[in-house]
């Protein structure tokens, strides 16, 4: 699955559960994920403390 498709899924699957997060955290090693995340406008996208 690209970025891309995993944003999608990912938003569909909130959009199931009517959830809207404050606060999304991804694996800082996940950069291209997060910078899709980004593009994609999803709410609250921040890197975690591993």
Do not use: C
Not at 25 to 32: G, L, Q, V
């Amino acid at each position: 699955m690209t970025d891309a498709q995993y944003s999608r899924a990912v938003r569909a699957w909130l959009d199931e559960q009517q959830v809207v997060p404050k606060l999304t955290f991804i694996d800082p090693s996940a950069a291209s994920f997060s910078t899709q995340l980004w593009t994609d406008r999803h709410p609250g996208v921040a890197l975690a403390n591993n």
